[in-house]
């Protein structure tokens, strides 16, 4: 998870925020082993094969277990982490 958190960082941030958030006290090791580079050739064929599969996928409220509570934040998430995807 922590290579996975590093990896996603480069969209987000600085390899030295990275490095806070890993808690590393040498930028060597957060640049070296936790961050890996993607090409945009990869990454644009991996979102395009998960647009493939998914199509018109949407998920229900339901499956997450928000009955009855607030959803006024629960689109902000679909953007951010689904739709980003697609």
Same mark, same amino acid.
């Given at each position: 998870m922590r290579r996975t958190l590093g990896t996603d960082m480069q969209q987000h941030g600085t390899l030295k925020d990275t490095q806070g958030m890993l808690r590393h006290a040498s930028?060597? *090791? *957060?640049?070296?082993v936790y961050v890996q580079t993607i090409e945009q050739s990869v990454l644009a064929a991996v979102n395009s094969r998960t647009s493939a599969v998914l199509g018109d996928w949407k998920m229900s409220d339901k499956s997450l277990g928000l009955k009855g509570r607030n959803l006024k934040g629960l689109n902000a998430i679909r953007r951010s982490r689904f739709l980003r995807w697609l």
């Open positions: 930028i060597k *090791t *957060t640049g070296d």
